[in-house]
């Protein structure tokens, strides 16, 4: 018997499946839930090798988890320029960098006491 997926397992993952339909980079998941006054339950990190490729990340999550789970965004932010876009789905909130970006604000080590999980593409 299958185990049922709650809903923010099945959000993260058609979030790492759009992620990786347009070929983002070093996708993280970082598992905020055992820490105190966090903003959300995950991130969920990425980076593309330019604006272009920013902004269809950007778009390949939101249609993936459309189709997936029928949520929208409750914000985006950051489409003017695409060097860093936020996708805030409540629970899970992801974060698009271009990679120059990525590598300057080190979001990761930001939240080092949480657990981080490097992510894979299953759909190879």
Known sequence: MKKRESGTELLLENVVKGIYEKQGHDVLKIDLR??????????????????????????????????????????????????????????VVVHIFLEEYRQFYSLESLWADASIEAMEDKVK
Do not use: M
Not at 53 to 75: F, I, M, N, Y
């Open 34 to 91: 055992k820490l105190e006054n966090r903003i959300a339950d995950f991130f969920v990190i990425c980076h593309g090798s330019s604006v272009t490729q920013v902004d269809s990340l950007c778009d390949s999550v939101e249609d993936a988890v459309r189709a997936g789970t029928g949520e929208k965004p409750s914000h985006v932010e950051g489409l003017e320029n695409c060097f860093w876009v936020l996708v805030d789905y409540g629970d």
